[in-house]
């Protein structure tokens, strides 16, 4: 009965804990907030961890170098997600109201805990920045004023995707009777770009061919048996994860030609491709703007962070594509807070003051050279009415050791994405019965 | 000494027949509730509400729903995640096809959903056992999933499939701060934990368990083994459809069909196994065993960690987590097959002698 006892014991002393951890801690009280939601764990963390570091370790420069964002201390905290949705709400929950003004922005990188705290944020007043992924309707700030889908959404990313096709074609003309298959996660992420999709084949008149792989995608010989059966001309890879080396590897195994592959930006990573060796080399894909490489911005981390030891990242980490583009989610976040504090006042900013910020943030040429950005992001400029900011993209290819960039800018063709975003953004606002802002009004 | 019956004695059928006849158990229970309902409201956070007590409340919810199928009737299921998902967007349809709906009738209504497409899927058990009901309960698993993620009028053509709940509203009140949520989710929960606290003492539950014990003897006393089984899967699928609703429009606001995959199935059937077959308390301690202990390794481990100097990353933190939760586990089940309900029964019947132990 010893171990029963036990048992007893243990119970208790677990429940005696609840309530203690349940009590808050104390924090600064002249610091900025700032969570981030992350998993370094799971069937996605091989490309969970590469971003997540890249956005520890700018704001760990920030604090380093300026001591925060004009005098005003930031604080991160981390917690694990483990890409589950429930997980990512907890994780909300926990974080939301740390620091003495709560938590500035939150990042889910994650489309399901995307749609899960788009339902909350609004009654929370905490932005969502959601950097190249969420609800493609979300760039509608009248009706989603709290989602910032900064630097690209989905259905961008379809129309950039049907662009380069084009070109390689030779012209929009050419995509007539060609096949162009979507090789999708089965999930909210996956399924975004099909609306924007069976728009565009409508348009130009190819065969749209949407091949869902089930999550977490690490399986796909019936989904490559049906695409040698199908023969399309081109092939969409919009995978996370385990899913994207996998589909490289299956392509290499039943010779489907990479270089007529072209994948999203979360499908053009070097852990996409690593493991399918290589097989790996042609594989095209879509660029959030930017590649992988060292800016001019890595002369200050390696400064103050890298060679303090303050960083988790590994060495062949550092420079990576999902690793620069964490950095670029911290410096988008950290710049709304700083456009919010010319407005406020330098201060720890609340939610509402920093989704003020990011709805005003202006990133010039200028600013984001001054920034060490350099060559990596465009300019953008976000408002009330465009919640993306910018919509430009180019195609990077991996030769098997490294990313080239093959093309040139393109720019996502608003005439077809516009009358999309707002039609799904009104039926979202009648599904909730929300009043659209007035754009006009707000200053 | 404290928990003693001796003296009470009963003069009447109905004080023989009551939930709870022991009169420490009325007061026990009463007070439990009470604490619930109107002291919890003033001291819990915000964070308390949205990611322990709400959550617990709804899965309790569903743990009762499977405990009746696999506790009192003796069904496996591995299907319940379906079942949530059949009363989560059948809430869903009916909030959008028919608005004049109050959202919570919608659940209520997707309860009944639920139960038929659980009766459709549980007449099988008619058939087969044991395991072999298992793989036909998983393949409702698969089914229903496959159903949410294809079919587009259940999503209401959303481009992503994932869908959203409508504003939770009653009477002109807005019911979605956290206190609210917490209080429709108990309302709930209570009511139909003391219905089928009674459902399964009267002869329905009876028969249940004549069947759960030997199914050949107790159609020979009688007992319909049609009636009762389906009866047992329509009871169990309509409670794991309300709890679908109220995980769906309560706890998450917005979901899509993985919301309700086979682990949700998975740690519904431990909160029930770990709780305690045949149940209704184990139901509870089984979901908050299951819900409380990963976010309590997550959050203890750090500060833990921080005494012997120790900083431990967020990856350590969850690979810990993630050992930890399954070490313990074993050990309860190794200590207690038959769940923390047993552990409590055995506390019960220690202060019953205490302070003079034989």
């Known amino acids: 009965m010893g171990l029963r006892r036990l048992a007893l014991l243990g119970a208790a002393l677990v429940s005696a804990g609840m309530v203690a951890v349940g009590t808050a801690e104390a924090q600064g009280q002249n610091e900025q907030f700032i969570p981030g939601l992350v998993y370094r764990t799971g069937a996605y963390a091989p490309n969970g961890i590469p971003f997540a570091d890249g956005v520890a370790d700018y704001i760990a420069m920030l604090n380093a170098r300026d001591g925060g964002i004009n005098g005003v201390k930031i604080s991160f905290e981390e917690c694990e997600t483990g890409y589950a949705t429930d997980r990512g709400v907890e994780c909300y929950e926990r974080l939301k109201n740390k620091g003495p003004t709560g938590a500035a922005y939150f990042s889910p990188l994650s489309t399901g805990i995307t749609f899960a705290l788009t339902e909350k944020a609004p009654g929370d007043k905490i932005p969502l920045i959601t950097m190249g992924y969420g609800r493609a309707d979300s760039r509608d700030g009248q009706v989603f004023t709290w989602n910032f889908p900064l630097l690209g959404t989905y259905w961008t990313a379809a129309d950039v995707a049907i662009q380069h096709v084009a070109k390689e074609l030779g012209g929009f003309d050419k995509l007539k009777g060609k096949k162009i298959a979507l090789l999708y996660h089965d999930s909210p992420y996956g399924k975004e770009p099909i609306a924007a999709l069976e728009v565009l084949s409508k348009k130009y008149g190819f065969e749209f061919l949407p091949i869902p792989v089930p999550a977490p995608g690490s399986e796909q010989k019936s989904q490559w048996l049906q695409i040698r059966q199908q023969r399309p001309d081109y092939v969409l890879l919009w995978g996370w994860g385990v899913m994207n080396s996998a589909a490289v590897t299956e392509a290499g195994n039943v010779n489907y030609p990479r270089d007529k592959m072209i994948g999203v930006w979360w499908s053009g990573a070097e852990p996409d491709v690593i493991p399918a060796g290589e097989k790996g080399a042609g594989y095209k894909a879509l660029m959030l703007q930017h590649t992988s490489g060292k800016a001019p911005v890595y002369a200050d981390l390696e400064k103050y962070v890298y060679s303090q030891g303050k960083s988790l990242a590994k060495p062949d980490e550092i420079g990576a594509v999902l690793y620069n583009r964490g950095l670029i989610n911290s410096m988008l976040g950290t710049e709304a807070i700083r456009t919010a504090m010319a407005k406020f006042g330098n201060k720890p900013m609340t939610g509402e003051q920093v989704r003020w910020g990011i709805e005003n943030l202006n990133l010039t040429a200028e600013r984001i050279k001054q920034l060490g950005f350099e060559g990596m992001i465009g300019p953008l400029k976000v408002s009330c009415t465009d919640h993306e900011g910018t919509r430009l993209s180019r195609v990077h290819q991996w030769d098997g050791k490294q990313w080239k960039v093959i093309s040139d800018w393109y720019t996502g063709d608003d005439t077809i994405i516009e009358p999309l975003v707002k039609a799904t953004a009104a039926k979202y606002a009648a599904e909730k019965k929300i009043t659209p802002r007035d754009c006009s009004k707000e200053n | ?358």
């Open chain 2, 1 to 358: 000494m404290i928990y003693r019956e001796a003296g009470q004695y009963k003069v009447s059928y109905e004080a023989d027949q009551a939930i709870f006849p022991i009169a420490q158990d009325r007061f026990l229970i009463l007070t439990l509730l009470a604490v619930a309902f109107f002291v919890v409201p003033f001291i819990a956070t915000e964070y308390l509400y949205r990611a322990v007590l709400i959550p617990t409340v709804i899965l309790a919810l569903a743990a009762i729903g499977l405990n009746v199928l696999m506790g009192y009737c003796g069904q496996v299921s591995l299907g319940s995640g379906a079942f949530m998902a059949v009363g989560a967007y059948a809430a869903y349809n009916l909030s959008i096809r028919l608005p004049f709906l109050n959202p919570f009738v919608c659940i209520l209504l997707g309860g009944f959903f639920a139960a038929a497409v659980g009766v459709v899927f549980g007449a099988p058990s008619l058939r087969i056992k044991g395991f072999y009901l298992a793989c036909a309960t998983l393949a409702a698993q698969f089914f229903i999933d496959w159903v949410f993620l294809r079919v587009k009028y259940f999503t209401n053509y959303a481009p992503s499939g994932s869908v959203n709940a409508p504003p939770l509203q009653m009477f002109g009140y807005d019911l979605s701060s956290p206190v609210a949520n917490y209080m429709v989710a108990l309302g709930f929960t209570v009511v139909l934990a003391l219905a089928v606290k009674n459902i399964v003492r009267g002869h329905i539950g009876r028969q249940w368990m004549a069947i759960r014990d030997m199914d050949i003897a107790a159609e020979i006393i009688g007992v319909r083994p049609m009636y009762a089984k389906l009866s047992a899967f329509a009871v169990s699928s309509f409670l794991i459809g309300v709890a679908g609703g109220l995980w769906a429009f309560i706890y998450l606001g917005s979901w899509e069909p993985a919301a309700f995959s086979i682990d949700r199935s998975f740690q519904l059937m431990f909160m029930v196994i770990i709780g305690g077959l045949g149940s209704i308390l184990g139901s509870f301690l089984g979901a908050a065993f299951i819900i409380l202990l990963p976010i309590f390794l997550n959050q203890a481990l750090p500060p833990i960690g921080g005494l012997v100097a120790w900083k431990i990353s967020t990856a350590t933190v969850s690979h810990f987590e993630a050992m930890a939760f399954g070490a313990l586990i074993v050990f309860f089940l190794v200590v207690e097959p038959h769940g923390l309900a047993r552990l409590w029964s055995i506390a019960k019947e220690k202060l019953r002698l205490w302070p003079f132990p034989h």
